[in-house]
């Protein structure tokens, strides 16, 4: 039994997550479409969960020449609404010349960018050998800093040898990494004040998106994005910083 097992029906299991799982792989079978699989796998058998999975290798020529979001097929559309109305999400990309794939960052261009503050996120990537694991720290991680999403703190980098020629994982060292990056993932995931309530509230937004989001527009942004999950920051700073008020002299009197 997977020890991830051990978290289930620990917080509300009546309302399963909605996971959108996205594979930056360009052909199918791959070995990160398979690595994303293990881990929405693993998540499942811990917590109820919807899964929308999201491959390059099927949309990736959908993407191509569009400069506005309002230029890309419906299906697109959908799949980006997907991803902002996400509870949490799984992102794998495979290592091409030491980063993400062109697609998977364009698709990722065209995601509203104020819809992703405080997403859970699970990295995790596929290379040709142990020299680009730090592609998570170094390319992955920045990016969904960007969104101001959330990263959990493991994430799952794999090699050509953690694979059989069928794509299936093989090495019982991966799995293990797959079973702890879940495990660490399930407390962030289970408490998360959003849970199975983000559609409705990010709907206004993706469809604002659809209509003016465009890949070469300048956006200001602000340092500290409002949150979905948190709408009204204002109230959590009063209670790390109370605000004085002027104290009533009968109240506290004055020593002679």
Known sequence: ???TQNFTNQANPAIPLNIVAVSGGLNTPS?????VQNIVDELAQATPINVHFI??????PLLSGA???NQLPERVQNDLAAIEAADALIVGTPVYRASFTGLFKHLFDFVEQTALVDVPVLLAASGGSDRHALVLEHQLRPLFSFFQAQTLPIGVYATDKDFTPEYTVSS???????VLAVARALPILEWAPAKGRRAQAIKEKSAQA??????????EQAEILPSVAV???????ARLHPQTTQSSPKNHPSVA
């Open 67 to 69: 400069i506005y979001r």
């Open 231 to 237: 709408p009204d920051l204002s109230s959590a700073e």
């Open 1 to 3: 039994m997977s020890i």
């Open 210 to 219: 659809n209509q003016q989001l465009g890949i070469n527009k300048q956006v």
């Open 31 to 35: 070995k990160t479409e398979s690595l």
């Open 172 to 178: 019982q060292q991966l799995r293990d990494r797959i």
């Open 55 to 60: 491959k390059l290798s099927e949309i990736g």
